[in-house]
Nanobody, 118 residues
Framework: QVQLQESGPGLVTPSQTLSLTCTVS??????????WSWIRQPPGKGLEWIGY???????YYSPSLKSRTSISRDTSKNQFTLQLSSVTPEDTAVYYC??????????WGQGTQVTVSS
């Protein structure tokens, strides 16, 4: 059974960098041909895809967030990390990590609330 768990601060100050880690169990993040993604849902809005890091370590980001986003991984810990810089209150959301297989998310973390506020 694949499990994903998000972790990180629940409160971030405006203009700072949001950093979240997803810890994966039950599968390796280097297994062909999965993609490991970050997705968020702002209050009262739909899901927004942020980006992914592939099994090979390549990354791709949403064009609307690309200038502020970085996704990296630590294969020794089977974790991948999201960094979103220069946050504003509009970045307040529930953040999810998920595994993608054949272009659809098949396993999700439970989500973690991040609030951007001073």
């Amino acid at each position: 059974q694949v499990q994903l768990q998000e972790s990180g601060p629940g409160l971030v100050t405006p203009s700072q960098t949001l950093s979240l880690t997803c810890t994966v169990s039950g599968d390796s993040i280097t297994t062909n041909y999965y993609f490991w993604s970050w997705i968020r849902q702002p209050p009262g809005k739909g899901l927004e895809w942020i980006g992914y890091i592939s099994y090979a370590g390549t990354t791709y980001y949403s064009p609307s967030l690309k200038s502020r986003t970085s996704i990296s991984r630590d294969t020794s810990k089977n974790q991948f990390t999201l960094q979103l810089s220069s946050v504003t209150p509009e970045d307040t959301a529930v953040y999810y990590c998920a595994r993608w297989s054949d272009y659809v998310p098949d396993y999700w973390g439970q989500g973690t609330q991040v609030t951007v506020s001073s």
